[in-house]
């Protein structure tokens, strides 16, 4: 695939070739895609981390992630010479961390609410 292409770094093309396999065996369109992998990724980390660091430790590494991620197109999108769409990066991004927000918005209220720190 991309990597007959372009010469670019193992991690990229993994990732990229993930990122087909994703969208390819679930049929689902690219921003449920994101909306569904985010939220996995992010509950993935709330189990890991077990509350260390609030629910704002595993949101900060999910956007950190989804960022890394863009990046990981964007250089792919370069490689082989297609337009980049900033808005479509940044509506990426924003599927990621929508749910995974409001979680932790809600988790975080209802910890205050409850007397629980």
């Not at 949101?59 to 010479?81: G, P, T």
Request: proline share 5%; glycine share 6%; net charge positive.
């Amino acid at each position: 695939m991309i990597a007959s292409l372009t010469p670019l770094p193992a991690i990229i093309v993994r990732f990229v070739e993930l990122k087909e396999w994703l969208l390819g065996s679930f049929g689902q369109s690219h921003d449920a895609m994101h909306v569904h992998v985010g939220l996995a990724i992010f509950v993935g980390l709330l189990l890991v981390l077990r509350g260390k660091g609030s629910w704002w430790l595993p949101f900060s590494l999910l956007a950190a992630l989804s960022l890394l991620a863009e990046v990981f197109d964007v250089i792919a999108l370069l490689s082989v010479k297609s337009p980049i769409d900033p808005m479509e990066s940044l509506r990426d991004v924003a599927n990621t961390l929508v749910w995974p927000l409001v979680l932790s918005v809600l988790f975080t209220w209802h910890r205050r609410r409850s007397g629980r720190r």
